[in-house]
């Protein structure tokens, strides 16, 4: 085998890996982007530890069908065409989409979500960006405690109030 040959088996091998082990896989256009709005998106990526990368789609079709599984399945030739990044987020499904919606509504028309996978479910484009609606995983158990809380800080004011009613009532 050629080294060339070598080198492309070693990218897809590499590919394969990332979408075992992603829990969520997302596929962008990235074609209207400059230069600066690319480093600012990667960095954004990086900070919430999103994977940000360009690779060639006949690598990304080989390594989804060594992967197998349905969702994967539509990352075939009609889907994957044109300049397309794909972010992998590990740690948080949410985290990726979360991210490219909020740089798409910064600058509007200047990417497009093409389709993803997460935790093993296809998503397109409109399930993506309802995705990035739903709040961080610290957010949503803030929610959660605050709603725990609140029942038994209002039956402490209750109790506080009842108190401070007989204590009007024996000192009148």
Same mark, same amino acid.
């Given at each position: 085998?050629?080294?060339?040959?070598?080198?492309? /088996?070693?990218?897809?091998?590499?590919?394969?890996? $990332?979408? &075992?082990?992603?829990?969520?896989?997302?596929?962008? =256009?990235?074609?209207?982007?400059?230069? &600066?709005?690319?480093?600012?998106?990667?960095?954004?990526?990086?900070?919430?530890?999103? +994977?940000? %990368?360009?690779? %060639?789609?006949?690598?990304?079709?080989?390594?989804?069908?060594?992967?197998?599984? *349905?969702?994967? !399945?539509?990352?075939?030739? &009609?889907?994957?065409?044109?300049?397309?990044? #794909? !972010?992998?987020?590990? =740690?948080?499904?949410?985290?990726?989409?979360?991210?490219?919606?909020?740089?798409? *509504? %910064? @600058?509007? $028309?200047?990417?497009?979500?093409?389709?993803?996978?997460?935790?093993? &479910?296809?998503?397109? +484009?409109?399930?993506?960006? !309802?995705?990035? /609606?739903?709040?961080?995983?610290?957010?949503?158990?803030?929610?959660?405690?605050? /709603?725990?809380?609140?029942?038994?800080? @209002?039956?402490?004011?209750?109790?506080?109030? #009842?108190?401070?009613?007989?204590?009007?009532?024996? +000192? !009148?």
């Amino acid at each position: 085998m050629n080294n060339a040959m070598e080198t492309k /088996s070693a990218v897809v091998a590499e590919i394969a890996e $990332k979408l &075992e082990k992603a829990a969520s896989v997302i596929v962008l =256009d990235y074609k209207g982007l400059t230069v &600066e709005q690319v480093t600012e998106l990667r960095s954004q990526m990086r900070e919430a530890g999103v +994977e940000y %990368k360009v690779y %060639k789609n006949t690598l990304v079709r080989r390594a989804a069908s060594q992967v197998g599984g *349905d969702a994967f !399945a539509n990352f075939n030739e &009609e889907q994957l065409v044109g300049p397309n990044a #794909i !972010a992998f987020g590990y =740690d948080d499904p949410v985290a990726p989409a979360r991210i490219l919606k909020s740089f798409m *509504d %910064k @600058n509007p $028309k200047k990417i497009t979500l093409k389709m993803g996978v997460v935790e093993g &479910e296809f998503y397109n +484009e409109s399930k993506i960006v !309802a995705l990035a /609606s739903i709040p961080s995983r610290e957010v949503l158990i803030a929610k959660l405690l605050g /709603s725990l809380k609140a029942p038994m800080s @209002n039956f402490v004011y209750l109790l506080d109030a #009842i108190i401070k009613k007989q204590d009007e009532a024996t +000192e !009148a």
